[in-house]
């Protein structure tokens, strides 16, 4: 039976993954608040039929190009992010020959909880 993902983690992969992965999440989360300011900035302006161009509009480009180049560095490795705010990642990995998610979040020191494919969160087990 073909795997759904090209790249597995093992814990100890997905575990030194982890310094950069909160450097990641921490400037994702930067961008966003800054695509949300530039988002109610334009909206205002577009609501008083004013002209959006100029300033406002580059530098709204300007972060969502920079969560765009943040978000491809986990679209490359394969590692989903479930909840930006909360920091909550899914990384494939195979458990006794079956597909499943290593499941981290950004408050927890060690990569230790997995769930199978479809449960999510609510899934997790603890790692032997």
């Known amino acids: ?6 790249k597995h983690y093992s814990r100890d992969e997905a ?6 992965l909160r450097l990641w999440l921490a400037e994702l989360n ?3 608040q800054e695509t949300e300011r530039f988002e109610k900035r334009l909206s205002g302006l577009n609501a008083d039929g004013q002209d959006t161009g100029g300033d406002t509009v580059n530098s709204w480009i300007r972060a969502l ?3 765009q180049s943040v978000l491809g560095e986990f679209q490359r490795r394969e590692i989903f992010i479930k909840d930006l705010s909360r920091g909550l990642v899914d ?3 195979l458990i006794g020959g079956r597909e499943v998610f290593l499941c981290w979040e950004a408050d927890e020191d060690t990569v230790e909880f997995w769930h199978d494919l479809e ?3 609510g ?6």
């Open 123 to 128: 899934g997790r087990e603890k790692l032997g």
């Open 15 to 20: 575990q030194a993954l982890v310094p950069q």
């Open 65 to 67: 190009s920079g969560m």
């Open 1 to 6: 039976m073909p795997y759904r993902f090209e």
């Open 119 to 121: 449960s999510g969160y």
């Open 91 to 93: 990384f494939p990995a």
């Open 30 to 32: 930067r961008w966003r």
